[in-house]
Nanobody
Framework: EVQLVESGGGLVQPGGSLRLSCAAS????????MSWVRQAPGKGLEWVSA????????SYADSTKGRFTISRDNAKNTLYLQMNSLKPEDTAAYYC?????????????WGLGTQVTVSS
């Protein structure tokens, strides 16, 4: 059974940093690209960042480029999102998601999410 469990969310002041983690199990983590997706209160889903199965390719939404860094540790079956220079508009539930095949494919499994609140 595929399981994705996010952690690391919390309350942080504007300009602060957080590091999200996503522990994966139930599949060969090193074989699949992964993404982070977020949903702000009252808004739709927004893709944040993606990483190839070997971390050789990374991509970011314009809203997070230069502030967020996606990474993975295939030995630990864990995906990360380092978030710096956080803004109030980054407030959202953050989800990690597994792609079904290559980076170009859709996601097929999601975690339950971790809440990030950026506020003074």
């Amino acid at each position: 059974e595929v399981q994705l469990v996010e952690s690391g969310g919390g309350l942080v002041q504007p300009g602060g940093s957080l590091r999200l983690s996503c522990a994966a199990s139930g599949f060969t983590f090193s074989s699949y690209p992964m993404s982070w997706v977020r949903q702000a209160p009252g808004k739709g889903l927004e893709w944040v960042s993606a990483i190839g199965s070997r971390a050789d390719i990374t991509s970011y939404a314009d809203s997070t480029k230069g502030r967020f860094t996606i990474s993975r540790d295939n030995a630990k079956n864990t995906l990360y999102l380092q978030m710096n220079s956080l803004k109030p508009e980054d407030t959202a539930a953050y989800y990690c998601a597994k792609h079904s095949g290559t980076l170009a494919t859709s996601t097929d499994y999601w975690g339950l999410g971790t809440q990030v609140t950026v506020s003074s």
